[in-house]
């Protein structure tokens, strides 16, 4: 896609097939809402998620915006087991933790065997789309999750050698410091933490504190509370603008129904703040906008409906 002079393309590096627990049920299956989610919500209450990154081109910049889950698993993903009549359980107490209730709960474990994850294709759809991993002078972050940082390294050395790597100071600090949360993600994705996926790039790694334009066409916006420095990164020229919004939302939904959410944010308050400051900012304007799981990564408008809003995958 072209936003003005800049080009941006989706980069796939998977898909992950979660149990994310919600504030609401789904909606169902005859609903408008349930459509203009193009996939992404299964019957089963499930949720379809996207891994990748967006490469963009702007001037003499090749910028990656997030880095997927990282290397294939040698011997495939194992999805973890709970025991929620266990009160030491682990993953019981995390759930509980984010307010669900033990009804939810016993829907969560009943599908958590079934969790799945395949990684491991960004070489792949970067090579495809033309970039090698030495061209890219820039590596941003939206936040620190494992599912945005896996290819900062593989093997224990950089993946893009030549590239400055940038995110909020507060994620560095937040995760460098080994929050609690980091043995979920270990436990339940069998990913590296933070702190040791960034231990071979930390040498190279750019911060900003508040918001700030990286290079031209290309800003970024902190949204907090889906992780303590979540941002969004703005790419415009001119009057084109498009919006990469990390994971302030994960489905669309989340932008057309202020109630919905999935309990996966740190500061959950804080996060349903900033989303209903993004659905009311992108609302019925020309500002195309992608989250970083959603379908094929495809970009898409939020548009007024009756009241309400609906999503539009179509982008321009
Ligand atoms: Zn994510």
Redesign the pocket.
Known sequence: MNIGRIQIEPIIDGSILSTLPATKPFPDLDSPQWQDQHGMFRADGRIE?A?GAFVVRTGDRVVVV?AGAGQRFTNGYTPPSIDIDDPTDPLAAAYRSRGLSDEDLRRVAGNLASTHIEQGELPRSLDAVGVRPDEVTDLVFT?L????IGWASANGVPFFPNATIWCASADLEHFLAGPDEERFVTFVYHALTAAQRLAPVLDRIETWEADRSLMPGIDVRLAPG?TPGSSVVVISDGSAKAMLL??II?CPLELMDDDFNLL?DHDQALANRVREAYARELEGTDVVAAA??FPGLEFGRLLPSNGTRRWSFSAP
Request: aromatic letters at 6%.
């Open positions: 998620s891994l997030d936040h999750h494992f599912d945005h889906h990390g994971d994960h996966v970083a799981h």
